[in-house]
């Protein structure tokens, strides 16, 4: 089994920038795909970005293509999810997300879930 935990969420004000990283544990032998998440406040989780094994295979949201990139340093076992021109719109719960492969991710089959990282943006 392997244990996601997500870090590098807070307060950021508008047109800033964050990254979120997203640390695997347990059996990351096994992780084919990651992926982001996120869930604003009376809305549904969405998805927001994958990575496959390979580097070169990502896919975004439209709403997010241009502003966010979505890397994985293997070695260390871990996703990040780089943000940049942060707006209003952005706050949410962001959650990473270990999936079958990376178009499974964008159609939202996740085998496990991490708990989550709050990002707030204020204007």
């Known amino acids: 089994q392997v244990q996601l935990e997500e870090s590098g969420g807070g307060l950021v004000q508008a047109g800033g920038s964050l990254r979120l990283s997203c640390a695997a544990s347990?059996?990351?032998?096994?992780?084919?795909?990651m992926g982001w998440f996120r869930q604003a406040p009376g809305k549904e989780r969405e998805f927001v970005a994958a990575?496959?094994?390979?580097?070169?295979?990502?896919y975004y949201a439209d709403s997010v293509k241009g502003r966010f990139t979505i890397s994985r340093a293997n070695a260390k076992n871990t996703v990040y999810l780089q943000m940049n021109s942060l707006n209003y719109e952005v706050t949410a719960v962001y959650y990473c997300?270990?999936?079958?492969?990376?178009?499974?991710?964008?159609?939202?089959?996740?085998?496990?879930w991490g708990k989550g990282t709050l990002l707030s943006v204020s204007s």
């Open positions: 347990g059996r990351t032998s096994s992780i084919v795909a």
């Open positions: 997300a270990l999936c079958p492969g990376a178009v499974a991710c964008k159609a939202g089959l996740v085998k496990s």
């Open positions: 990575i496959g094994s390979s580097d070169t295979i990502t």
